[in-house]
C-alpha cells in the first residue's frame, strides 16, 4: 500500500506557516497521488491545526498566525471537498448548519457541512454567530429535518441550550433533530441540554445526520 506520510507532513506545514496558495497545490498533489480525502483531511489539514492549537494555547503563536492558518485551511478544504462529496448523488433531504451566538469559529462546522454534504444532503448553512431569531424562521420555513449546531467556547456552549428551548418556545421542537458539537461539548452536556444527537468529529456527525434521513 502506498506511504503519503510525506504528503500529509507537507500539507500540515504548510497549514502551520498559513501558506494558502501552496496548500492547495499540495492538496491536489496528495489527490492526484491516490491518498484518500478523509485522510489529507485528518492527517494533513486537522493534524496542522491542533499543533497550531497548542500552539495558541501556550502562547508561542498568536491570532494573526492562527488566522492564516484557519485561511489556508478553508482554501484547501475547497480544493479538497469534491473529493469527499460523491458525485452525482441526488440530495436526499435538507439539513441546517450554523455556528451558535457569539461564536465565530467556522473551521469545524465548514467541515461537518462538507462530510454532510458528502452523504448527499443538501446543507443550507446560516453561517456564524447566529442568533435565534434566524435559526427559528429558517426552520419554520424550510423543509429542512436536521439542525447542527457547532459550539467551540465554553462560554456560548450554553447558546445550545438557549437555541433549543427558544425552538421549543416557538413550537417547533417537534419539526427537526437536533444535533449538537464542538470541542467544549459532550455526550453528557447534549444530553442535558434536550439535543437529539451528539458526535465528537465531522465524519460521525455525517454518520448520524444520515440515519435521521432513513
Ligand atoms: Co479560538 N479558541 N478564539 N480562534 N481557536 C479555541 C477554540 C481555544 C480552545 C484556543 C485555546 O485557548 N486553546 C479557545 C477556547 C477556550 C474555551 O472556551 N475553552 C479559543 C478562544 C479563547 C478564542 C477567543 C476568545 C480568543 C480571543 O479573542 N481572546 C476568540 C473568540 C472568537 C469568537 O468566537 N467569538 C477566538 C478566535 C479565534 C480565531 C478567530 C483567531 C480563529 C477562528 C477562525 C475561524 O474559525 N474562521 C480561532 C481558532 C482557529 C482556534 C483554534 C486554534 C482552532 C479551532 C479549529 O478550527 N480547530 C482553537 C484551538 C484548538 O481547537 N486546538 C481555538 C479545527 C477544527 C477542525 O476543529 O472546530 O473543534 P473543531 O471541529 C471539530 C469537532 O469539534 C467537531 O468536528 C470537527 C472536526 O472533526 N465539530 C462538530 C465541530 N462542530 C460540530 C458540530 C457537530 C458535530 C461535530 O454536530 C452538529
Known sequence: MADFTE???????????????????AVQKALDAGAPAQDILEKGLIAGMNIIGGKFKRGEVFVPEVLIAARAMNNASVTLKPALIQAGVQPVGKAIICTVKGDLHDIGKNLVKMMIEGKGIEVLDLGV?????????????????????????????MALKDTIDALKSAGLRDKIK??????????????????D??????????????????
Do not use: H, W
Not at 454567530?129 to 456552549?157: F, P
Not at 437536533?178 to 439535543?195: K, L, N, Y
Open 7 to 25: 504528503n500529509f507532513n507537507e500539507i500540515s506545514e504548510l497549514l502551520q506557516k498559513g501558506k494558502a496558495k501552496d496548500i492547495v497545490v
Open 129 to 157: 454567530d447566529c442568533g435565534d431569531e434566524k435559526i427559528i424562521n429558517v426552520v419554520r420555513d424550510s423543509d429542512a429535518k436536521v439542525l447542527c449546531l457547532s459550539a467551540l467556547l465554553t462560554t456560548t456552549m
Open 178 to 195: 437536533v444535533m449538537v458539537g464542538g470541542a467544549p461539548v459532550t455526550q453528557s452536556f447534549a444530553d442535558e441540554i434536550g439535543a
Open 197 to 214: 444527537a451528539y458526535t465528537p468529529d465531522a465524519a460521525g456527525a455525517a454518520e448520524v445526520c444520515r440515519a435521521f434521513y432513513n
